[in-house]
Nanobody, 125 residues
Framework: QVQVIESGGGLVQAGGSLRLSCVASGRTFSDYVMGWFRQAPGKEREFVAAVSRSGGSANYANSVKGRFTISRASAKNTVALQMNSLKPEDTALYYC??????????????????WGRGTQVTVSS
């Protein structure tokens, strides 16, 4: 059974940093794309970042470019999201996702096949 588990969320002041981690298990994930999405209260879930199976190619939402960095440790089926210069508008439930098709880095929800339950990030002003 496939499991995708996030960790690292919490409460931080504006301008601070947090690091999210995600571990996928149940099959060999080292060849697949992994990414992060988020959903704020009352809003639709949105793309944050995704990274290729090699770790050499990544996509970011415009709202997080220059502040967030996604990285991949394929041997351990993990992906991390380093979040710096956090803003109150970054407050959301952050989801990790796995895309089986590793031919390109996706940015749409429907392109990802497995999802975690989410980890809460709250940024106070």
């Amino acid at each position: 059974q496939v499991q995708v588990i996030e960790s690292g969320g919490g409460l931080v002041q504006a301008g601070g940093s947090l690091r999210l981690s995600c571990v996928a298990s149940g099959r060999t994930f080292s060849d697949y794309v992994m990414g992060w999405f988020r959903q704020a209260p009352g809003k639709e879930r949105e793309f944050v970042a995704a990274v290729s199976r090699s770790g050499g190619s990544a996509n970011y939402a415009n709202s997080v470019k220059g502040r967030f960095t996604i990285s991949r440790a394929s041997a351990k089926n993990t992906v991390a999201l380093q979040m710096n210069s956090l803003k109150p508008e970054d407050t959301a439930l952050y989801y990790c996702a796995v895309r089986l098709d590793g031919s390109r880095v996706g940015v749409r929800e429907y392109e990802f096949d497995y999802w975690g339950r989410g980890t809460q990030v709250t940024v106070s002003s």
